[in-house]
């Protein structure tokens, strides 16, 4: 069955009345219903906008979700328009302007920011069946791509390798938070017990968040999105999922659009996502996107000569590397590379066969089976994908 609308009811399951007293893990669920305490969406009920829901909208229009990557380079934004058209493809949809000024893209006296239509996947929130997402980059008023637009010059990259077929694969890592940026779940006071039973765990004295994490699944699936799959994390309330692989920029595509579908169902539960890469100090793991890359070479009979060729290509831009792999050139990443907590050092290029403390992993059964593809482990969990596949062809097949 298609999945429409995220019917997250949870204000009725944290704010029970008294007489209910569940008990969760020790603790009287009245004790419980502190979480989310103060995340006003907790407290609309979201049954009332199923009646408008319900209501009967003309067969030849449709709603469609503009999205676009703000001047952060990490943040999404979106405003929606209606069409007189079902679109069959993004050649379809019209260009469209915003005000810049309000996304740290452009001055307010020529603030009028152009988005362009790239990628079209179907809509999980909207009611009508033929309404779309649409992925959006960003033009100046000068028709030269903003500077948070990383995806023009990826896709100028994949023009140009001819047939070398690049696949890429993400590794989505996030984090969970209630409103007050705690990670949700964790004691109001102190901290859970230390990391060990939580990775791939189950128990609700493990895992927090699963109805969450499985409606965002189905919702990709119902998306377009070549979604992967998703397992829990290290650290409590960190979650990780997969994109791809994918050929040229629809890993990147997928991983923008997924991104928002997250935060949408987060907004309905009334959770915070955070992508930060270290949102923990201590003896907590950090977030990552593992880039997974390959092409027709490596995949092919013998491909671990040409994977060890791309390594040693990587080994000598390094620092180019790093200031590719988060919209901070690097400094959110000096707080998780810190060669411990299954990281790299920031500092220094490494590589190896089923290490997961290099920057650059090799995994077992492709070194086994003599072919593949190889991980690199350095991309924050914040990062634009379009800047982390794009410094990989770069260097890998454009040898830049």
């Given at each position: 069955m298609?999945?429409?609308?995220a019917g997250l009811f949870l204000k009725k399951e944290l704010v029970a009345p008294a007489k209910q007293q569940l008990r969760l893990l020790g603790t009287s669920y009245t004790a419980r219903s502190q979480f989310l305490a103060n995340s006003p969406n907790t407290a609309l009920d979201k049954s009332i906008l199923q009646r408008y829901r319900n209501l009967e909208t003309p067969a030849n229009r449709v709603q469609a979700t503009y999205l676009w990557i703000d001047g952060t380079g990490e943040n999404i934004r979106l405003k929606d328009r209606v069409l007189d058209k079902v679109p069959s493809s993004v050649e379809d949809l019209p260009d469209w302007q915003y005000d810049g000024s309000s996304t740290y893209q452009a001055h307010g006296e020529n603030s009028d920011t152009t988005l362009k239509p790239r990628a079209l996947y179907r809509d999980p929130f909207k009611p009508g069946k033929n309404d779309v997402i649409v992925?959006?980059?960003?033009?100046?008023?000068d028709?030269?791509?903003t500077a948070s637009n990383k995806r023009a010059a990826?896709?100028?990259g994949v023009e140009k390798i001819g047939e070398q077929e690049p696949w890429f694969g993400i590794e989505q890592e996030y984090t969970l938070l209630d409103v007050d940026g705690r990670p949700f779940g964790w004691p109001e006071n102190g901290f859970p017990a230390p990391q060990g039973p939580y990775y791939c765990g189950v128990g609700a004295d493990r895992v927090y968040a699963r109805d969450l994490v499985e409606a965002h699944a189905?919702?990709?699936?119902y998306a377009g999105i070549h979604f992967a799959g998703t397992n829990a994390e290290v650290m409590p309330a960190q979650w990780e999922y997969q994109v791809g692989p994918s050929e040229g920029l629809k890993a990147s595509d997928d991983l923008w659009v997924s991104r928002y579908i997250l935060q949408r169902i987060a907004e309905e539960y009334g959770v915070v996502v955070t992508f930060d890469p270290k949102p923990m100090e201590g003896q907590w793991n950090g977030a990552g996107a593992h880039t997974n890359f390959s092409t027709k070479a490596m995949r092919a009979e013998g491909g671990i000569k040409a994977i060890e060729e791309a390594i040693e290509k990587l080994s000598k831009h390094h620092e180019r590397h790093i200031?590719?792999?988060d919209p901070k050139e690097g400094k959110d990443n000096e707080r998780r590379l810190v060669g411990r907590l299954e990281t790299s050092s920031i500092d220094k290029f490494s590589w190896g066969v089923a290490n997961r403390a290099v920057s650059v992993r090799v995994p077992r059964g492709v070194a086994t089976a003599g072919k593949g593809y190889f991980e690199d482990r350095?991309?924050?969990s914040n990062c634009d994908p379009y800047a982390v596949c794009g410094a990989i062809v770069r260097t890998c097949l454009l040898n830049e």
């Amino acid at each position: 069955m298609a999945f429409r609308v995220a019917g997250l009811f949870l204000k009725k399951e944290l704010v029970a009345p008294a007489k209910q007293q569940l008990r969760l893990l020790g603790t009287s669920y009245t004790a419980r219903s502190q979480f989310l305490a103060n995340s006003p969406n907790t407290a609309l009920d979201k049954s009332i906008l199923q009646r408008y829901r319900n209501l009967e909208t003309p067969a030849n229009r449709v709603q469609a979700t503009y999205l676009w990557i703000d001047g952060t380079g990490e943040n999404i934004r979106l405003k929606d328009r209606v069409l007189d058209k079902v679109p069959s493809s993004v050649e379809d949809l019209p260009d469209w302007q915003y005000d810049g000024s309000s996304t740290y893209q452009a001055h307010g006296e020529n603030s009028d920011t152009t988005l362009k239509p790239r990628a079209l996947y179907r809509d999980p929130f909207k009611p009508g069946k033929n309404d779309v997402i649409v992925l959006c980059d960003t033009y100046s008023a000068d028709g030269k791509p903003t500077a948070s637009n990383k995806r023009a010059a990826f896709q100028a990259g994949v023009e140009k390798i001819g047939e070398q077929e690049p696949w890429f694969g993400i590794e989505q890592e996030y984090t969970l938070l209630d409103v007050d940026g705690r990670p949700f779940g964790w004691p109001e006071n102190g901290f859970p017990a230390p990391q060990g039973p939580y990775y791939c765990g189950v128990g609700a004295d493990r895992v927090y968040a699963r109805d969450l994490v499985e409606a965002h699944a189905v919702a990709c699936l119902y998306a377009g999105i070549h979604f992967a799959g998703t397992n829990a994390e290290v650290m409590p309330a960190q979650w990780e999922y997969q994109v791809g692989p994918s050929e040229g920029l629809k890993a990147s595509d997928d991983l923008w659009v997924s991104r928002y579908i997250l935060q949408r169902i987060a907004e309905e539960y009334g959770v915070v996502v955070t992508f930060d890469p270290k949102p923990m100090e201590g003896q907590w793991n950090g977030a990552g996107a593992h880039t997974n890359f390959s092409t027709k070479a490596m995949r092919a009979e013998g491909g671990i000569k040409a994977i060890e060729e791309a390594i040693e290509k990587l080994s000598k831009h390094h620092e180019r590397h790093i200031k590719a792999y988060d919209p901070k050139e690097g400094k959110d990443n000096e707080r998780r590379l810190v060669g411990r907590l299954e990281t790299s050092s920031i500092d220094k290029f490494s590589w190896g066969v089923a290490n997961r403390a290099v920057s650059v992993r090799v995994p077992r059964g492709v070194a086994t089976a003599g072919k593949g593809y190889f991980e690199d482990r350095r991309p924050s969990s914040n990062c634009d994908p379009y800047a982390v596949c794009g410094a990989i062809v770069r260097t890998c097949l454009l040898n830049e």
